[in-house]
Nanobody, 115 residues
Framework: VHLVESGGGLVQPGGSLRLSCAAS????????MSWARQAPGKGLEWVSG???????YYADSMKGRFTISRDNAKNTLYLQIDSLKPEDTAYYYCVLGTWSIPEAWGQGTQVIVSS
């Protein structure tokens, strides 16, 4: 299993980012996938998940500004983040599986929200 995140960076408050996760080594199209994050000095926090059939779910605190999606033809998972806030600063991780049953993690991509 290989999960490679990209798309992070420095962005001003109010801006948007789209994170990507290129997946390989397993059958992406039939796998549940998730995003998690870890802010500086804090624990891991689940963000969102998407089933193989495209059904999505979000942590309560993430509803509204986060949109998870997938492109099975490209074996790629996405996370769109809008109206970024400084508290969104974190490493964002792509996860094979669900929050309750994670199977593999990517190396993470850093998002810094600052003016």
């Amino acid at each position: 299993v290989h999960l490679v995140e990209s798309g992070g960076g420095l962005v001003q408050p109010g801006g948007s980012l789209r994170l990507s996760c290129a997946a390989s080594g397993f059958t992406f199209s039939s796998s549940a996938m998730s995003w998690a994050r870890q802010a500086p000095g804090k624990g891991l926090e689940w963000v969102s998940g998407i089933h193989s059939d495209g059904i999505t779910y979000y942590a309560d605190s993430m509803k509204g500004r986060f949109t998870i999606s997938r492109d099975n033809a490209k074996n790629t998972l996405y996370l769109q983040i809008d109206s970024l806030k400084p508290e969104d600063t974190a490493y964002y991780y792509c996860v094979l599986g669900t929050w309750s049953i994670p199977e593999a993690w990517g190396q993470g991509t850093q998002v810094i929200v600052s003016s």
